[in-house]
């Protein structure tokens, strides 16, 4: 599978985005055994998030500077048209760190962290054995960050209605 994604933001645009990836079917008993999963999200000239996994690479998967195990990753993140001042990309990033499991004193904590690897980015990454802890995170922080940038509630679009 190969997952795509390739955006340009005009000066004063901004955007969340999101991306939840799950290798295999952990509840059906169905790991990732073949094939590869390509990914790549690219703000061209600004930001560019990339990753190639197959199977038989047990580094990638399992080792401490790959997945550790996990077969799910996440990524959330802000893109703006125009550099975010300081206090408020500092604010944006101080307030995920407060909704990290760890931080939240979570029993069962996913490994996540932020990060703003320039002014006009900020990226939330997180490992799951599943999807559903990740998403539960990305919820939350997708809502603070709604309401932080624009004031705006967080209202759930009815497709996540469980």
Do not use: Y
């Not at 005009?10 to 169905?30: F, N, Q, R």
């Not at 047990?58 to 206090?87: E, V, W, Y």
């Amino acid at each position: 599978a190969e997952n795509r994604l390739e955006l340009d933001l005009a000066p004063g645009a901004e955007m969340i985005g999101w991306d939840v990836t799950a290798l295999g079917l952990p509840h059906a008993h169905k790991p990732f055994l073949a094939g590869h999963f390509q990914q790549h999200i690219e703000w061209p000239g600004v930001w560019l998030e990339g990753a190639r996994v197959a199977p038989e690479d047990g580094r990638r998967l399992d080792g401490p500077l790959g997945l550790a195990g996990h077969r799910c990753m996440a990524s959330l993140f802000i893109l703006s048209g125009t550099p975010l001042a300081r206090a408020r990309r500092e604010r944006l990033v101080e307030l995920t760190r407060e909704l990290l499991p760890d931080a939240a004193g979570e029993t069962d904590a996913i490994p996540a962290g932020v990060t703003s690897p320039q002014p006009q980015v900020i990226v939330l990454r997180a490992l799951a054995p599943v999807v559903e802890p990740a998403f539960g995170l990305l919820r939350r922080v997708w809502s603070a960050w709604r309401q932080e940038l624009w004031q705006m509630s967080a209202d759930s679009p009815r497709i996540w209605s469980t």
